[in-house]
C-alpha cells in the first residue's frame, strides 16, 4: 500500500474531510481510493471534490504529446490531438495521454462514474524547449448534493495506468469499469450478431403513419432481408423495425408533448396490434420514447408541476422548471415519479410487446436544480430512474421467442448508464449532409451530419461490448433530402443559414465513408432509408453493411493527423480502415509495427481494389485517400 494523504475544509460548522490511499493493481495499474467525510455538527453542501490534485509531471509533453479527450455524452468534443501548450484540456470520466509515434502511453479514469459527474483536467506548462510539465487535476462535481453531519461518502476510485499502447489501455480501463459497475457481455455480441434493423426517424423526421412503418417494413424484408440474405426467423437476433419520435401525435404539426405515452391519430389502431403486425413480418418491434423528459404542452406538466426538477433563474429570483426550452427534466427522486415509470413501460413492453426501445434525451433526467430527495447527485437521481426501467424490462425474464428486452439509451450521460443499457449512441446525429454548421461553439464538428458522427464513433471503439454495444446512429445512403428532411431543418432554431435542398445528399464517397465506418466499428446497425425508394447503387451499398464481420476491432496507436483514425481487427481475418474526416486529401505511411499482421497483399472491402505490400520497409504507403473518404483493407 502506497501512503495515503488527506484534505481538510471548515466552514459554518461543517468539517469535510477528503481522504485518499493508493494501492498497486498489477504492472501496469494503480488504483486510488477515497471518502469525503463530515466530522462537523450542520450538513454541507458539496460542490466539487479534488482528488490527488497538485501533482505535477516534468517533462511530459516530450513523452505524452498526445492526448484523448471526450465529453460526457454523445455530443461534445472526443478524439486524440496534439496537446496544446499552456492550456487545460477538460475530459469527462477518462483521459488518456501517447506519444506521436504511439509507443509510450498513460490512461487516467474514475473507476465506477455512475454516482456524479467526474472529470479530468490536463494542463500543459511550458518550462522552455521539450521540458513542459503535465499537471493533471480529477475532480467529482457533487452538484450541491447534501451530506449530512457524521456521515462518510465513498467516491468512485481513480484508475491510472501505463504502457505502449493507448488503445490498449483504453480497453483494459473499460473492462475495469464494466466489472465494477456489472455491465454484462451482451448475449448477441457473443454470438458474432450485431443488433440491426430500421428505424423511421431521417426519413420521416416524425411524420410517419402505421402504414408507412408497414409498409417499409414489408420493403425492407423484400429488399434487404430475404431469406437468401439471413433473416433469421423469430428470435433474439431478428432485426427491428424501431419507430421513432411522432408516434403520439394526433396529426403532423401539432405541438409536440413529450411525456404523455400514448398514440395519437396517426396510429388509429393502437400499439399493441402494430407490434402484432410487424412481429407477423418476422421482425422485432422497437419504439422511441424521451421518457426523462416533459414537454411544457403535455398533460403531465400541467397535471403534475411537483414532479418537475426546479432550478433557480437569476432575472426573477424564482425556482422555474429546469430545461431547456420548453422541455423540462422529471425529478427522478420523487416516488410517484418512478411509479409513473414503472406504469409506463409495462404498457410498453408487456402490454404492447416491444421488443426494445429507444429512450432519448435522457440528459434532462440529470439536469441541475432542486429535487425531492436533496441529497442525490443529478446522476443518481438518473440512475434512478434508469433502473425502474431495466427492471420492468427484465420483469419476466427472456421471451422465449423474441428474447430479452432491449435498451438503447440516446442522449444519454454516458457513465451513470453503465451496466442497465445494451446500447449506447455514443455520437451525434447522422443526417444527409457531410458537414452542418450547427451551434459551432458547442459543436465544433456541426450536428446532424456525417462528420459530427465520425469521431465519437471512431474515437469510442474501445468501449463497444464492454460497456455496451456501440450505436453509431442509423445508416443513411441516399444522394438527396425528403420533403419532411427539408422541413425539419428548416424550422430547426439550431441552423441559422438558409436550408436548400441541393446542400443536402452524400456524394459516392461519404455516403461510401459512412457505410464503412458502421460496417468496421460493428455496433448497432439501424437503416433509416425507404428501401424500395433507393438508387440500386446505394441499395447495394447498404446491404453490404448488413453482412457482419462479427470481428473485435480496435483503434491503431497512429496519432500523426487528428483528422484521420485507423482501425484494426484484433480477431480473425487481418483487416484495417483509414478514415479520412478533413476536407483534403491524404497520403499517409502506416508503421508495420502497429498492424496486427501485415499481409502481402490486401483487397478492399467495397471497391475491391489491391494493395500489394512489396520489400520490408518499416511502413506501408497508401493509396492516396480523398477528402471525405475511407478504405478498408483486408488481407487476402
Not at 522552455?128 to 462535481?141: I, Q, R, S, T, Y
Not at 422548471?321 to 416516488?335: I, K, M, N, R, Y
Not at 426494445?356 to 430512474?385: M, Q, W
Request: glycine content about 10%; some cysteine; hydrophobic content about 40%.
Amino acid at each position: 500500500m502506497l501512503a495515503g494523504a488527506q484534505n481538510r475544509a471548515e466552514s459554518d460548522g461543517a468539517a469535510v474531510v477528503v481522504h485518499h490511499e493508493w494501492e498497486r493493481v498489477d504492472d501496469n495499474w494503480m488504483r486510488c481510493r477515497a471518502h469525503v467525510t463530515n466530522t462537523g455538527y450542520a450538513d454541507v453542501a458539496l460542490g466539487d471534490i479534488s482528488l490527488v490534485s497538485g501533482g505535477r509531471l516534468a517533462g511530459a509533453f516530450a513523452r505524452w504529446s498526445r492526448v484523448f479527450a471526450q465529453s460526457n455524452t454523445m455530443t461534445g468534443v472526443v478524439g486524440i490531438a496534439p496537446h496544446p501548450v499552456n492550456d487545460t484540456v477538460v475530459s469527462d470520466a477518462c483521459m488518456g495521454w501517447s506519444d506521436a509515434r504511439g509507443t509510450t502511453a498513460m490512461v487516467a479514469g474514475f473507476e465506477t462514474p455512475g454516482d456524479a459527474s467526474y472529470t479530468i483536467r490536463s494542463t500543459m506548462d511550458e518550462r522552455g524547449g521539450a521540458g513542459n510539465d503535465l499537471v493533471p487535476e480529477f475532480v467529482c462535481k457533487r452538484d450541491g448534493a447534501v451530506l449530512r453531519a457524521g456521515e462518510r461518502l465513498e467516491i468512485s476510485p481513480l484508475l491510472l495506468g501505463v504502457g505502449e499502447s493507448l488503445s490498449s489501455l483504453l480497453e483494459d480501463y473499460a473492462r475495469f469499469v464494466a466489472h465494477a459497475m456489472g455491465a454484462g457481455t451482451v448475449t448477441t455480441r457473443e454470438a458474432g450478431m450485431m443488433v440491426r434493423g430500421w428505424c423511421s426517424w431521417y426519413y420521416f423526421y416524425g411524420t410517419e403513419s402505421e402504414s408507412d412503418v408497414l409498409q417499409n417494413a414489408r420493403a425492407l424484408r423484400s429488399e434487404l432481408f430475404q431469406k437468401n440474405s439471413g433473416l433469421p426467423e423469430p428470435s433474439a437476433l431478428a432485426p427491428v423495425i424501431q419507430i421513432d419520435d411522432g408516434w403520439t401525435l394526433p396529426f403532423n404539426g401539432h405541438p409536440r408533448v413529450w411525456g404523455d405515452w400514448l398514440p395519437g391519430r396517426k396510429f388509429p389502431r393502437g400499439m399493441a396490434a402494430l407490434v402484432r403486425d410487424i412481429h407477423a413480418l418476422g421482425f422485432r418491434a422497437g419504439l422511441w420514447l424521451a421518457p426523462f423528459s416533459v414537454d411544457k404542452a403535455s398533460r403531465l406538466a400541467a397535471e403534475h408541476p411537483d414532479w418537475i426538477v426546479r432550478a433557480h433563474n437569476p432575472e426573477t429570483g424564482l425556482m422555474d422548471p429546469a430545461g431547456p426550452g420548453h422541455v423540462f427534466g422529471l425529478d427522478l427522486t420523487h416516488p410517484a415519479v418512478l411509479a409513473w415509470l414503472r406504469e409506463t413501460f409495462t404498457r410498453v413492453f408487456w402490454e404492447w410487446g416491444f421488443d426494445y426501445v429507444k429512450i432519448d434525451f435522457l440528459i434532462h433526467g440529470a439536469l441541475s436544480g432542486r429535487r425531492h430527495d436533496p441529497g442525490v447527485t443529478p446522476a443518481e437521481a438518473f440512475r434512478r430512474g434508469l433502473s425502474v426501467i431495466r427492471e420492468v424490462a427484465d420483469l419476466r425474464g427472456e421471451d422465449s421467442r423474441w428474447g430479452r428486452k432491449f435498451i438503447l439509451c440516446c442522449g444519454s450521460p454516458l457513465g451513470p448508464a453503465i451496466g442497465l443499457c445494451d446500447g449506447m449512441r455514443v455520437g451525434y446525429d447522422v443526417g444527409t449532409r457531410w458537414h452542418l454548421p450547427m451551434s459551432m461553439a458547442d459543436w465544433p464538428h456541426g450536428n446532424c451530419c456525417i462528420k459530427a458522427a465520425a469521431f465519437p464513433v471512431l474515437f469510442r471503439q474501445w468501449m463497444h461490448g464492454r460497456f455496451w454495444q456501440n450505436d453509431p446512429d442509423c445508416l443513411v445512403v441516399r444522394d438527396h433530402c425528403t420533403p419532411p428532411e427539408l422541413a425539419a431543418f428548416a424550422q430547426n432554431r439550431f441552423v441559422t443559414a438558409p436550408v436548400r435542398a441541393e446542400e443536402f445528399g452524400l456524394d459516392p464517397e461519404e455516403a461510401a465513408f459512412w457505410a464503412r465506418a458502421v460496417w468496421m466499428t460493428g455496433g448497432m446497425t439501424f437503416l433509416s432509408e425507404a428501401p424500395d425508394r433507393l438508387a440500386k447503387e446505394r441499395r447495394d451499398l447498404a446491404k453490404r453493411v448488413f453482412q457482419p464481420h462479427g470481428q473485435t476491432v480496435r483503434g491503431v496507436d497512429w496519432y500523426e493527423d487528428p483528422e484521420v483514425c485507423v482501425l484494426q481487427s484484433v480477431s480473425g481475418q487481418p483487416m484495417f480502415g483509414v478514415f479520412n474526416m478533413s476536407d483534403s486529401g491524404k497520403r499517409m505511411k502506416l508503421p508495420r509495427r502497429l498492424l496486427r499482421c501485415v499481409a502481402s497483399c490486401y483487397r478492399e472491402w467495397l471497391t475491391e481494389e489491391l494493395l500489394e505490400v512489396a520489400g520490408t520497409d518499416d511502413a506501408l504507403s497508401l493509396p492516396p485517400l480523398p477528402p471525405h473518404a475511407a478504405r478498408i483493407w483486408m488481407a487476402v
